[in-house]
């Protein structure tokens, strides 16, 4: 009885939904569409349930590694006075400037830190394979200008192990989508066009690994981003020794400030995953997405890093390697004046091409 | 003396001998020459009834150029319309004609050639009504051949000549100058003589209360323009009072020049008008007449609308488009590639998605419902092929030529508008 109650809106119009006793249906008296009772029923179902799970993004478990006595004891910092980065290494390391902004740096004394970096990936690649990087990312390219090529000093790169927060975690979701099919006929005197609307529900799970965020500030986000992606199976635990002949940074923006970034990655890659299963329609609109986050857990992982900064025309370049993969980035300038050479030189090279065949074709030489 | 007399008798008995066939061959052919309107098998017509009859059908057929007959069976005619053309056919000179045929039961009034669209069923049914009303055969023929007279006048219709009147080109609104009148006159001479079709331009102040069509249509009717027995031709009608064009064209004009032909030449000669490049306009109205007859007589087949892409353009034409193209073409190319010389200068970009860190095999899709909710089912009508009163001929429904009738019951194709 209590069933019967209950309100329905119309999927179509959101009007209040009523029972036509003569159609033995329920019949939406705004736009005269027509349901079953049980269809209206289930599609309520899915939208109480939608209500329900509110979207959880939160991260559970935070790293807790702790330094060991007398396991920094080997260590220093250095501090840049320009952009403020804090550099670690160890005491057989000297630092004279900074690898983010290529300023001179000044120690600062014996390094004091909070957290201890849960694992280690291992520079792989030395300063030469960055040097031959380097060197490639510079070939052929043809609007880089060429005094750019030839004043730089690339004996300035630096192994740097840059801190990472790396979020695992599992992403249950559901996600209610609104789907039609159309189908088009015509007789002689009309077109017709069938659009069946559809209330498409996909419910379950896919779990995420070693998302890597970076945790230093000194350098874009986008610039760590492009040096994906790192082998994390080659991680190992951190042992100070690591740090011999590199520097390190100390992590400057916190889990809960990364995991935000993490958040947006895991969402967009989930909802792709599930849309990717909703086949056969005309098109598909996600109306409710509901992600909740479990068995979230971030770990503090520094990775290998060569950067190398320059100036050129007063504005700064930062570069970029993979010390593990050897993938190298970092945007380069441009010469206008090349840009125009080439562009009107093919442009010229093009039209007269043209004009040539197509009078070759209009006189039939 | 006496053999003299015999002598000069026989010259002149030869002479008479000699001259007679040609007299007699004379008199036949004037005697063919001469239409009998009446044809009488009943008799029941005097001499002078019909001699006035005769003299009254002569000069409808003289002051209109439709020919009237008379025709009074003593028997029952079973099918009218096709005794009536059996008449028509002999008298092989008329193109237009409107015949009355009386049997003992009915009388019947039919229309021919030209005439059958001038007059339509009903008119002919109120001809015939009107005479019938009238006592005796004579009263009843002169009254159908005066009603005939009268409408004719009403109509405005008038006798199309054989021979061309008036010179290809007439510029009444004196919109050329005597070089540039000579120079297309001739022009139009040499096309009009090489492709045996006339290509004829007029311009023309006020177009006296007509539509520029109709105006076109008659100019070129009654003016007796035209090749052969079609009066094969096309008229560019120029009305500077509305600033109206109108082309009008016929018997093999209307095949030559179709409807999508007739839009593409006017795409190209009235921009000229509208400048005031008369005589720019009609040269190339001249020019494209010519190509399009050229191009009908080698194919078999109009210049239509899909065929234009294929015409060969001008040298000029072809030059302006293929350097505009070009150069468009190329500083898109160059363009393209310069920016994509430049992007190999960026390579930093951010990630959005989690791809690469999906757990393999984790995705689990517990829940799967697709719940169909209602369906909506849109109607439109489809785009109707209208069948108005315009006749069309020509190889397809898009290709050909629509045609319609002039006052003087001649068809013509053609299209108008102002520029």
Redesign the interface.
Known sequence: MVDNLIEYKC??CGGKIEFDSGLQKMKCPFCD???DVE?LK??DD?LKSDKAAPNEMNWGKKPSGAWQDGETDNMSVYICDSCGGEIVCDDTTAATHCPFCGNPVIMAGKFTGELRPDCVIPFKLDKEAAKEAFAR?LK?????PKAFKTDNHIDEIKGVYVPFWLFDT?SNV?ITYR?TKVRAW?D????????????????????????PVDGCSKI????T??L??FDFSQAVDFQTAYLSGYLADKYDVSQEQCADI?N???R??TE???TS?VVGYSTVTPQSVNIKLSNGKAKYALLPVWLMTTTWNGRQYLFAMNGQTGK???????DVGA??K???????????A??LL??IV?FDL | MRKRFISLFAVFVIIIVAAAPAFASKDTSSDAETPHHVIDDNGKLSDKDRAALEKSAAKVYGTYGVDIFVYLSDDVIPHPQSAGEKIYDSKSYVNAAVIMMCDPDDTYVCAYGRASHIFTSDELDGICTLSEGQKGYRKIFSKFISEVGERLNALGVQPIPEERLLPRLVDDAELLDGDEEGKLLKKLDRISEDQQLDVVIVTKYSLDGKTSTQYADDFFDYNGYGFGQDHDGILLLIGMEDRDWAISTTGKGIDVFTDKGQQYMTDRFVPYLSNGEYYDSFVEFADLCDEFITRYDETGVALDYGDMSERKPSAFE?ARS??I???I???A???I??II??R????????????????QG?????????????????????P?NDSNSSNSRGSSENNGSSTHYSSSGESHGGSSGHF
Request: glycine share 6%; aromatic share 14%; hydrophobic share 40%.
């Open positions: 999927p179509c569409t027509e349901f269809t289930n599609y899915i990312h052929g390219k043809r609007l880089l599992d559901q789907a015509s002689s005197k009309y077109n017709y066009t069938d659009t069946r609307f559809y209330s498409v529900t996909r419910g379950g799970s896919v779990s995420f690994q070693n998302i874009p986000n986008d610039l981003e492009s994906e992606p993490a947006a990655r895991v967009k890659s792709t995953e599930f299963t190298f980035v970092g945007d380069l300038p441009m840009f125009f080439w562009f009107l030189g093919i442009a010229a090279a093009v039209s007269s043209l004009l197509s009078y209009y | 072809f293929s350097i193209g070009s150069i073409v190329g500083l190319v160059g363009f590639n310069a010389l430049m190999d200068l960026k390579s930093v970009s951010s990630q959005t998605d989690a791809r690469t860190y999906t757990v984790s995705l689990k899709i517990t829940t799967r419902s697709d719940l169909f909710l209602y369906n909506v089912v849109n109607r439109t009508a489809r109707s």
